[in-house]
């Protein structure tokens, strides 16, 4: 009878370890669906800012482009739109601000924060460099270290031959090509970036991301006693809501 009990007992456990094992993961995947969601809306609005018509703003259209493709709702984007065109009475306004910052063993890294409480942002980042060993730098200890970019990311299937739409992008403005496992990633120059998207719509190619990226001019390889606490950081930037991306030197 006692050995029933146990096998009983274990059952019970190992289906409440497993239904608690079920739902610390849903909440992980809740909450960085949530995190996206915040980064979406505050890049629509921070992107409204300078015009609320996608057509005439293209920062905004990328915004809005990249929200669509993450699945965020349409009544957020458009609460979003509002915020950042004055339409929603009471919002605070949001701003873009790119920190200057070093990590353990010197790593270089830009990080753009877009926020409606500067102090808050400054705050959290100061905490989350200082727990890795980094720090905040001064303006413009960072930055010269990186160009920007525009960046789109095709998949690697498309019914275009590849010879030829290396040549239409090309000619379009496209500054380089480079093939990942199952992407190509092109790089253009800032202003060109709308004239390849449109030749890639032009051939039917979907595009899965494009943005404005900034690339380091040189790489550093950190030594291997950095390497986690490097990735913790990391981490902890891209969970914050506030951080809407990090660049780094960091091979």
Do not use: C
């Amino acid at each position: 009878m006692n050995g029933v009990k146990e096998s009983l007992k274990f059952f019970t456990m190992s289906g409440h370890s497993k239904w608690h094992n079920i739902q610390i993961r849903k909440g992980k995947q809740d909450a960085k669906k949530a995190n996206i969601f915040t980064k979406g809306a505050k890049l629509i609005t921070v992107a409204a800012q300078k015009g609320g018509d996608p057509a005439m703003n293209f920062s905004l259209r990328l915004a809005m482009d990249k929200a669509r493709a993450a699945g965020l709702p349409k009544e957020n984007i458009e609460r979003a739109l509002k915020r950042g065109t004055g339409e929603l009475a009471g919002a605070a306004r949001m701003e873009e601000i790119y920190y200057e910052a070093y990590g353990p063993g010197g790593v270089a890294i830009l990080i753009k924060a877009l926020t409606d409480n500067k102090n808050r942002t400054v705050s959290d980042l100061k905490h989350i460099l200082s727990v890795s060993g980094g720090s905040l730098g001064n303006p413009g200890s960072v930055a010269w270290m990186f160009e920007q970019v525009g960046v789109i990311i095709i998949s690697k299937q498309t019914t275009v031959n590849r010879d030829e739409l290396e040549l239409a992008l090309i000619e379009a403005g496209a500054e380089d090509i480079s093939d990942t496992e199952e992407e190509v990633e092109i790089k253009t120059k800032i202003e060109n970036l709308p004239k390849v998207l449109a030749k890639l719509k032009e051939l039917n190619v979907e595009v899965k991301d494009s943005r404005f990226r900034w690339i380091a001019k040189d790489r550093l390889e950190p030594s291997p006693e950095h390497e986690d606490k490097l990735a913790a950081l990391f981490a902890e930037l891209e969970a914050h809501d506030d951080v809407e991306d990090y660049y780094t030197n960091a091979e």
